[in-house]
């Protein structure tokens, strides 16, 4: 009867947190695309260009994400998923908006003067950027001053999964469909 109770419980408990990094995933899909087409409509891109970075801001929005074992992203990417995910330690250097400030430092020089990349990059990096900041709004937080501090910074107590992070999704989603509605009247 205990081993019977112990395991529904076990289970339940399995289900629960699965069902947050769905949640989780939701939210950072969806503020990833919102970041990305912000971006877009924002530097008054074409509308090719405004896809490509509406597209790549949800790549970048995933991505941080590649550090977690469970996360959408890296069952997704097969072996690259499975190799990041068990070498890098959750919420660490992926997590750090250092990394993303030299990422831009030298992804741009190399990018050179094609449109679609530099909105496909820029996109990349707000939606990496909206990834950042809605961890940091959890309470296990960032490690936003990461090399100089390797704590974790919190800046807020919004908690995974819950209603907060729901409405954020919502919230970014519909913040998407804004942006698509001006890039096509624009
Ligand atoms: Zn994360």
């Given at each position: ?23 989780v995933g939701?939210?950072h ?33 995933l991505a941080p994400d590649l550090d977690h074992?469970?996360s959408k992203i890296t ?10 995910s068990?070498?890098?330690?959750h919420?660490?250097?992926l997590h ?35 990834h950042?900041?809605?961890d ?51």
């Amino acid at each position: 009867m205990l081993i019977f109770f112990g395991t529904f419980s076990l289970q339940q408990a399995i289900t629960k947190r699965e069902e947050c990094h769905n949640l989780v995933g939701k939210t950072h899909f969806y503020a990833g695309l919102c970041a990305g087409a912000a971006f877009a409509v924002w530097a008054d891109l074409p509308l090719l260009d405004c896809a490509a970075a509406a597209a790549a801001g949800i790549l970048g929005g995933l991505a941080p994400d590649l550090d977690h074992r469970k996360s959408k992203i890296t069952q997704k990417t097969g072996m690259f998923g499975f190799v990041s995910s068990r070498m890098l330690k959750h919420r660490g250097v992926l997590h750090a908006p250092i990394l993303y400030v030299v990422l831009a430092a030298v992804l741009f020089p190399c990018i050179g003067v094609y449109p679609l990349t530099r909105a496909a990059v820029c996109g990349l990096l707000a939606g990496a950027l909206s990834h950042l900041f809605l961890d940091a709004l959890n309470p296990s937080g960032i490690p936003l001053l990461w090399p100089l501090l390797k704590k974790r910074i919190s800046l807020l107590p919004i908690q995974t999964g819950g209603r907060i992070d729901r409405l954020i999704g919502r919230l970014c989603l519909l913040g998407a469909a804004w942006c698509a509605v001006c890039a096509v009247l624009s």
